[in-house]
């Protein structure tokens, strides 16, 4: 398979998992507080019992009038596109192009990026030694599992994600007061992340078709991305 099938491959996974938290979002609240109270009647919610719960699940359940605070955010603040693509880009320069990690860069074989808790915004770029076999990601797993002790070979700093994950910190804060019992922040969260890996992959794509990793020897030359401590997708290849 080549590069580009193998990447539209890739980025068509990468949007799958997008797609999954976005058609989520968009459940009116009212179906999700009817789930809810089901799960409760058939004692499967772990939600804590007590004598008016049932009475104020089944009230929301049928107010089909309620807002959903979330789409309703995502619809209100678009995100758009080409100005996060063209971020990025200059995120992963400055992060990637720099005089002491290019080097690096070029002696690796493969890279990660990690980033952090959504309101902190920042992320890493682990460096993979080359002389090892990567696997290609499409549907998420850990990766350390597949590859020998010691496979760093260098550290960097990653893209700085808070030009693309909008500051929805006052909406969580409110939402998940007024809806306890759904836990509806993480997914909002969930939402922009995601969406943020198909704007990388685009971001790649267009400095790999400009020549700007021709400095890169080793290919394939894998990318991975994921949350810290969660399971990796391979986000693009070189």
């Known amino acids: ?82 100005d996060c693509i063209i971020y990025l880009k200059n995120e992963l320069r400055s992060c990637l192009f720099d005089p002491d990690v290019l080097p690096q ?14 309101f902190h915004y920042d992320s890493g770029i682990n460096l993979f030694k080359q002389d090892l076999d990567f696997p290609i990601i499409a549907e998420p797993r850990y990766l350390y599992r597949e590859l020998p002790p010691g496979h760093y070979t260098g550290f960097a700093k990653g893209p700085d994600f808070s030009g693309v994950w909008p500051d929805c910190a006052a909406l969580i804060d409110e939402a998940d007061q007024e809806h306890p019992l759904l836990e509806l922040g993480y997914e909002l969260m969930n939402y922009y992340q995601y969406q943020s890996r198909l704007f990388l992959h685009k971001a790649f794509k267009e400095m790999d078709d400009a020549g700007e990793f021709s400095m890169i020897e080793k290919r394939p030359f894998p990318i991975y991305i994921a949350e810290h401590d969660c399971e990796e997708m391979t986000l693009y290849v070189l």
């Open 105 to 118: 860069l070029i002696k690796s074989g493969a890279m990660e990026i990690g980033y952090d808790w959504y």
């Open 1 to 82: 398979m080549n590069q580009a099938s193998l990447n539209e491959i890739l980025y068509e996974q990468l949007e799958k998992q997008f797609l999954i938290i976005r058609d989520e979002i968009y459940i009116p609240l009212f179906k999700r507080y009817a789930d809810e109270l089901e799960m409760y009647r058939k004692g499967e919610s772990a939600m804590m019992d007590g004598t008016n719960l049932e009475e104020e699940i089944g009230d929301k359940a049928t107010d089909i009038t309620i807002i959903n605070p979330y789409s309703n955010f995502i619809d209100t603040y678009p995100v758009r596109e080409n």
